[in-house]
């Protein structure tokens, strides 16, 4: 199994400039999601999904949009990047329940000039 | 945010000594979870302890868990070099989608 894939691995965006980062899992897991990081403040929660066609907001989602059509994609669109929005960004999932651990993928380190 | 936090942000041992990382949060939880980050990579998933437990182990690793001071340790023993890395707490809450909050990590460095 690959896990959680992530494309592309580092982008250069110009302000106003969209873009989407894909996110992929092969583990058939009901929930995945975006977060990003930023030197001194953990990961924060962009948006999440709990299953196909199922989307809500995290801690910080203004800026970003998702959509979930099947359980394996949940790309994350860059409707008009801004400089804040540099940061590195991960996509995880994992299975249906509380107890279950979240596999991450690689990341997308991303810079908007 | 109900973002955790982690004390201390950075700490600096020998190889073969322990490591002792700290993480507060500030609501009830279903569970607590740890996590490892090394440099430039996706985390990974080492530990979960329930809320209804006190203490766990894993190989080197032990948790604690205190409830009512809304607390957590993790204690690396025997630490060695391949330890280096940044290390997350993150609590789940009761109820809900029980997403995951980070709290803002330790960077662990382990000198050989």
Same mark, same amino acid.
């Given at each position: 199994?690959?896990g959680?894939?992530?494309?592309?691995?580092?982008?250069?965006l110009?302000?106003?400039?969209?873009?989407?980062?894909?996110?992929?899992q092969?583990?058939?897991h009901e929930?995945? =999601?975006? @977060?990003?990081?930023?030197?001194?403040m953990?990961l924060?929660l962009?948006h999440?999904?709990? &299953?196909? !066609?199922i989307?809500d907001?995290?801690?910080?989602?203004?800026?970003?949009?998702?959509?979930?059509?099947?359980?394996?994609d949940?790309?994350?669109?860059l409707l008009?990047?801004?400089?804040?929005q540099? =940061?590195? @960004?991960?996509?995880?999932?994992?299975?249906?329940?509380?107890?279950?651990?979240?596999?991450f &993928?690689? !990341?997308?380190?991303l810079t908007?000039? | 945010?109900?973002?955790?936090e982690?004390?201390?942000q950075?700490l600096?041992?020998?190889?073969?000594?322990?490591?002792?990382m700290?993480?507060?949060?500030?609501?009830?939880?279903?569970?607590?979870?740890w996590?490892?980050?090394?440099?430039?990579?996706?985390?990974?998933?080492l530990i979960?302890?329930?809320?209804?437990?006190?203490?766990?182990?894993?190989?080197r690793?032990?948790?604690t868990?205190?409830t009512?001071k809304?607390?957590?340790?993790?204690?690396?023993?025997a630490?060695?070099?391949?330890?280096?890395a940044?290390?997350?707490?993150?609590?789940?809450e009761?109820?809900?989608?029980?997403?995951?909050v980070?709290?803002?990590?330790?960077?662990?460095?382990?000198?050989p």
């Amino acid at each position: 199994n690959a896990g959680v894939t992530q494309t592309p691995k580092f982008q250069v965006l110009k302000t106003g400039q969209s873009m989407t980062l894909q996110c992929a899992q092969d583990m058939n897991h009901e929930y995945m =999601s975006w @977060y990003r990081q930023d030197p001194g403040m953990g990961l924060r929660l962009i948006h999440y999904s709990v &299953g196909a !066609g199922i989307t809500d907001q995290g801690e910080v989602p203004n800026g970003y949009n998702v959509s979930r059509s099947t359980t394996e994609d949940f790309p994350l669109r860059l409707l008009s990047a801004a400089p804040s929005q540099t =940061s590195v @960004y991960f996509c995880a999932s994992s299975s249906r329940g509380g107890y279950n651990e979240q596999f991450f &993928g690689p !990341g997308t380190r991303l810079t908007v000039l | 945010s109900q973002q955790g936090e982690e004390d201390p942000q950075a700490l600096s041992i020998q190889e073969g000594e322990n490591a002792t990382m700290n993480c507060s949060y500030k609501t009830s939880i279903n569970n607590l979870q740890w996590y490892r980050q090394n440099s430039g990579r996706g985390l990974v998933h080492l530990i979960l302890i329930r809320s209804n437990e006190r203490e766990k182990h894993s190989g080197r690793l032990r948790v604690t868990l205190d409830t009512s001071k809304k607390s957590s340790s993790l204690l690396i023993t025997a630490s060695r070099a391949a330890d280096t890395a940044s290390y997350f707490c993150a609590t789940r809450e009761e109820g809900g989608f029980q997403k995951l909050v980070f709290g803002t990590g330790t960077r662990l460095l382990v000198s050989p």
